[in-house]
């Protein structure tokens, strides 16, 4: 096919498209992507400038990226669609409607950034009008993210009851996601691909293949140098490939990309081949690494050189005209500037702004009808009562899925009827895809990233996901999604988007065989990361009603259920009504005294309980709080406390060294000193792993007689 057959192919596929850059007549389409292109490329020469007049602070650009970017931007809808770009998609937002001015407020680090109010590095887009979501630094974390934006379209189509909750969704909205060749090695690049091909997700992912990934070229990342052949064979996958420095090829071959999503037939892989002019950002010099003549063959296909060329040589535009977009353009840019240069970056007091939701407060009074409890029927356990929970909440609000490692009953529903049904390693989730359905309650594939980063996208969505994670032990697959994005969403983007959504996590030891891998404590790793609150019952009823506000607050929530006390007689409760709730951050007084005080949580309360009343038996009186929750804690409860005994034990199940513990103590120690009779005194867990020999297990983990021995020395102070 000539170049003019396919310009006048494209033209007629632009007057028929539905997106609004392309209702524009015959040619103007074409001129207009020029524009884009010139724009994009323009804008960061602009920041390259005032980059080296130390005017802002960082740079890294777009360049060569400009005609698959733009095209994707004409085949998809502004507002309609959902897009999960990265950092070189700078021409990809400015075709979707983004301004120059928007991105130099960015590079500048104003507040009048939608990006992020000056939160984030320039080109980490966002814009909550044009549905691009926030984006962050780590490579490859947006791709799960988008699969659970599409999944959440997904799921709405099957669960009526939700379509009267929300309503932003379109039969035939597409998700897009973008990254580079080097994003390709990610293990969450292979986990986005499978769950969007065995769903037949409408996403697309476009790969940007310039080459390099910062120095490293692609025949070093990728197996055979060409990741598009390695996924031929996922099924439902529409896979093309084209020069991404070609407009109009690109063009052609996105909208193929995108019609197929939006007949539901499955997700789409673009990977188009473009270049990097420029070095990967201007903290590196690619001149270290690429030779002249590869750097020379490069800009031979420069796009934007390129595209204005082919609209002079078929008469869509003279160079005078041509001349007078780069005049109006550069003019533009240099006024955008100024402008940007002349806004003001965000007061010091904001800093801590958005951290958590400024509008649902969970340590509030509206969370707190712990005092009228009314209980009834027989005493459950801990797994009872949140199984309860669960039960009634997904009946309250049908935009609860539960997802998992066997969480569901039974996968193959066709056998729900013949099976008892898994419904979790503890059965904590059975008989919940029985009451609320296969499309509400399913299990995801064995790898925690996808089940965090899923939850991710559908929370963005409007969706209420409670995901569990088998074994805290088992977390750390998922740290880059929960420390870096479930977290950071809502502060990065200055409160634009949010991803309100509860992990369940079994933790803890005490088991008799739970070994290093089924065993381990580690909360403090999660308690120091702003915005992700931490929660931590010791019993059943604590557990119903701290996790109803853990689904019915704004905020992402760390659910932490210990195993050993799932089952517990001690613990039990009879059923607390449908509206109970414990607010965060108030600890629980378990037991009164007035000697010293124990502060704990989890499994070491009822063996600080069988201490105290131990040393009862020798004279000492000894207060034991509960502090329940971690991330907020009930500070308040610990003054109280120790003015009161001025003797007070920390005690936990993390690691002596770096515990949780340690912050409670040196805040006691700082803010209450002139109180205290005699040092803090901490029992936790020794420094190491816990063993599989239960009596190398009782020697790490403590015990109520190390609790007991610590109540006498203090005493004895």
Not at 441 to 456: D, K, T, W, Y
Not at 706 to 716: G, M, P, R, T, Y
Request: charged share 25%.
């Amino acid at each position: 096919m000539n170049t003019d057959t396919k310009v006048l192919k494209l033209v007629r596929k632009a007057e028929s498209s539905h997106t609004t850059a392309t209702e524009l007549p015959d040619h103007k389409l074409l001129v207009e992507m020029y524009r884009t292109m010139y724009l994009s490329r323009r804008l960061d020469d602009k920041e390259i400038q005032l980059k080296g007049q130390n005017r802002i602070f960082f740079q890294i650009s777009g360049a060569g990226h400009e005609a698959i970017l733009v095209a994707a931007g004409v085949a998809l809808k502004a507002g309609y669609d959902w897009f999960y770009p990265y950092y070189r998609d700078r021409a990809l937002c400015l075709q979707l409607g983004m301004t120059p001015l928007e991105q130099l407020l960015s590079a500048v680090g104003a507040e009048a950034d939608p990006n992020s109010h000056g939160r984030q590095m320039p080109s980490h887009w966002g814009h909550k009008k044009l549905n691009i979501v926030s984006q962050s630094s780590p490579t490859g974390t947006q791709l799960l993210q988008a699969v659970g934006c599409a999944e959440a379209s997904y799921r709405y189509e099957l669960v009526p009851e939700l379509q009267k909750r929300i309503s932003t969704f379109h039969d035939d909205e597409v998700t897009y996601v973008s990254m580079g060749d080097g994003t390709s090695s990610e293990g969450e690049f292979w986990e986005a691909l499978n769950t969007a091909s065995n769903l037949k997700l409408p996403v697309v992912f476009l790969i940007e293949d310039n080459g390099y990934a910062i120095s490293v070229p692609v025949e070093v990342q990728t197996a055979g140098g060409d990741v598009s052949r390695l996924v031929e064979n996922f099924p439902s996958l529409y896979l093309q490939r084209c020069d991404g420095t070609d407009a109009i090829e690109s063009l052609e071959t996105m909208r193929r990309a995108v019609d197929y999503c939006r007949q539901r037939k499955g997700p789409a892989l673009v990977h188009a081949k473009v270049i990097r002019p420029y070095s990967h950002s201007l903290s590196d010099d690619e001149k270290l690494y690429r030779p002249d003549e590869e750097r020379a063959s490069d800009a031979e296909r420069d796009p934007v050189k390129r595209f204005g060329a082919l609209l002079i040589d078929e008469g869509v535009i003279d160079q005078d005209g041509l001349q007078q977009i780069k005049n109006e353009v550069d003019a533009l840019v240099n006024e955008a500037a100024e402008i940007a240069l002349a806004s003001p970056q965000p007061a010091r007091e904001t800093a801590t702004q958005y951290v958590f939701s400024p509008d649902v407060d969970p340590a509030s009074k509206e969370f707190d009808t712990e005092d009228n409890v009314q209980l009834s029927g027989n005493p459950g356990t801990m797994v009872d009562l949140i199984n309860r929970c669960l039960d009634t909440e997904m009946a309250r609000d049908p935009r609860i899925v539960i997802f998992g490692e066997d969480v569901a009953d039974c996968s193959r529903e066709q056998y729900l009827e013949a099976v008892k049904g898994k419904g979790g390693v503890f059965k904590v989730t059975a008989n919940l895809q029985r009451r609320h359905g296969g499309a509400r309650v399913f299990n995801s594939p064995l790898a925690e990233a996808n089940i965090v980063g899923r939850a991710i996208g559908m929370a963005t969505r409007g969706f209420k996901p409670v995901v569990e994670i088998q074994f805290f032990d088992y977390i750390w697959p998922a740290m880059h999604q929960i420390r870096n994005e479930l977290a950071l969403l809502r502060w990065r983007s200055g409160n634009e988007f949010k991803a309100p959504l509860v992990i369940r996590v079994p933790i803890g030891g005490y088991l008799k065989g739970g070994a290093v891998y089924h065993s381990q404590s580690g909360v403090s790793t999660f308690t120091q990361i702003p915005g992700l609150r931490v929660i931590y019952p010791s019993n059943a009823l604590d557990a119903n009603g701290l996790l109803r506000t853990a689904i019915r607050c704004d905020d992402p929530v760390l659910f932490c259920e210990h195993k050993h006390l799932y089952r517990q007689a001690y613990n039990k409760s009879a059923y607390p009504n449908d509206e109970f709730m414990i607010p965060f951050g108030k600890a629980k007084k378990v037991r009164e005294g007035t000697d010293l005080s124990i502060i704990t949580y989890g499994a070491l309360v009822q063996r600080s309980l069988v201490a105290a009343k131990q040393m009862e038996q020798e004279g000492i009186s000894v207060e034991i709080i509960d502090l329940r929750s971690l991330v907020p804690f009930d500070w308040d409860a610990i003054a109280e406390t120790v003015k009161k005994t001025n003797k007070v034990i920390v005690a936990h199940e993390d690691s002596l060294s770096w515990g949780y513990g340690s912050e409670i103590a040196a805040r006691i120690t700082d803010e209450l000193f002139e109180y205290l009779d005699a040092p803090v005194k901490r029992v936790c867990a020794l420094d190491t792993f816990v063993a599989y020999a239960p009596q190398l297990e009782d020697a790490i983990l403590p015990q109520a007689s190390d609790v007991a021995k610590a109540i006498s020395e203090l005493k004895s102070y």
